[in-house]
């Protein structure tokens, strides 16, 4: 069983840490005060990311990119992590469900999408079926050959800069004997296609910048050329290609962690009080050892699961284990740091509240930690006939 790092991989981690910490911690304040990335930052990060050779690097060799194994993407994303996701955004990793593009969609999706010359955003989440899947009411009906689509989606991060969606939509039901089952489709959804509008969403105090819009459809007509994957097979395609997703959460978690427990552990052994570091003091001490446990442990949960993937190992409860605990780790790690800091936490001075602020999400998108829980736990009790 190997732990360590290969010569290849460490080069990984050095590279990005490197450019997130020449390109992207510069920039944070500014956009954490206007909660934009201006366009010139923007396709600064693009343009560099692309010379690196990093950019779509979770896209395999056929279509030009790194092919990296999930582990080693893993890496990266964890490095990332460390960096503002509105701006670590340009980096530029489409939806690895765009390999399910098939003929010409190949040339007016995804090769564009993974040369950077167009930006994709994934839109599932309604106002009224977020977790529940096939709750969705947008739907697609056929109408003279076409798809007509009518509904909202909510909750779309990336919206704001995407050049296209990768939009999921009921188009059928099916009676079961557990009641009535949506069917669900895939389609690709140009910006300015009649009928579209993205609106700006909601304000979040988590990960400002990274914004999320609302998506309106009101008869909005499509071809078939537009439907990603089959007809009602939306879930095939999302079951493929869509629950690795998780483990960018956790692996971002951890490296955002790592950030947040290097600032702890710097100020534990600087900040003076009765005549010493409080780092001597055992309250603070314990923490310190807490803290860097539940990261490395977080860490290996990820990695481990990433590497399954790479196996060609089942993998779908451990990564909702790595999603559960990572997210939820961070939230304790980002508290406890704030809680080292006293007063000062609190103050924007120090990036501390922010890194606080930012992990409340972490524990909702992509799955609630229920949700995690409820997968882990079906994993275990469905062999055993429970």
Same mark, same amino acid.
């Given at each position: 069983m190997q732990f360590g790092l290969t010569d290849e991989q460490q080069m990984i981690v050095d590279t990005v840490r490197s450019f997130v910490e020449h390109e992207i911690y510069p920039h944070e304040d500014a956009v954490e005060r206007s909660g934009e990335v201006p366009k010139e930052i923007a396709e600064e990060i693009k343009r560099k990311t692309i010379e690196l050779g990093f950019y779509a690097c979770n896209f395999p060799e056929e279509v030009g990119c790194a092919g990296l194994s999930h582990v080693?993407?893993? $890496?990266?994303?964890?490095? $990332?992590? /460390?960096?503002?996701?509105? $701006?670590?955004?340009?980096?530029?990793?489409?939806?690895?469900?765009l390999m399910a593009c098939k003929g010409d969609q190949k040339e007016r999706y995804l090769m564009p999408a993974v040369r950077g010359e167009r930006m994709d955003a994934l839109a599932m989440t309604e106002p009224d079926a977020g977790s529940d899947v096939r709750g969705m009411k947008c739907s697609a009906v056929r109408d003279g050959g076409d798809w007509v689509l009518n509904g909202s989606k909510h909750f779309i991060s990336g919206a704001d800069h995407a050049d296209f969606f990768i939009v999921f939509v009921a188009t059928g039901v099916d009676e079961t004997p557990r009641g009535p089952k949506k069917r669900i489709t895939t389609f690709l959804v140009d910006r300015g296609t009649p009928g579209f509008e993205v609106r700006d969403g909601y304000a979040s105090v988590s990960h400002r910048g990274y914004n999320n819009c609302i998506l309106d459809f009101d008869n909005c007509r499509l071809p078939d050329a537009q439907v990603l994957g089959e007809v009602d097979g939306g879930f095939a395609v999302m079951n493929e290609w869509l629950y690795a997703t998780r483990i960018t959460?956790?692996?971002?978690?951890?490296? /955002?962690? /790592?950030?947040?427990?290097?600032?702890?552990l710097s100020y534990a052994a600087e900040r003076q009080q009765f005549g010493q570091p409080i780092g001597k003091f055992q309250g603070v001490s314990f923490q310190i050892a807490d803290m860097i446990t539940e990261v490395d442990a977080a860490d290996m949960l990820t990695l481990a699961a990433a590497w399954r993937l790479d196996q060609g190992l089942p993998a779908n409860r451990e990564i909702a284990s790595a999603k559960v605990y990572a997210t939820e780790m961070l939230a304790r790690v980002t508290d406890t740091t704030l809680q080292i800091y006293g007063g000062m936490g609190l103050m924007s001075d120090f990036p501390i509240e922010r890194f606080w602020r930012d992990a409340r999400v972490e524990r909702i998108w992509d799955g609630t930690s229920e949700i995690q829980r409820h997968i882990i736990s079906r994993e275990l009790l469905r062999p055993l006939g429970a």
């Open positions: 080693d993407f893993a $890496l990266v994303e964890r490095e $990332l992590g /460390r960096g503002s996701m509105a $701006l670590n955004h340009f980096f530029g990793r489409p939806q690895n469900i959460v956790a692996t971002m978690s951890v490296g /955002r962690a /790592r950030r947040c427990f290097d600032y702890a």
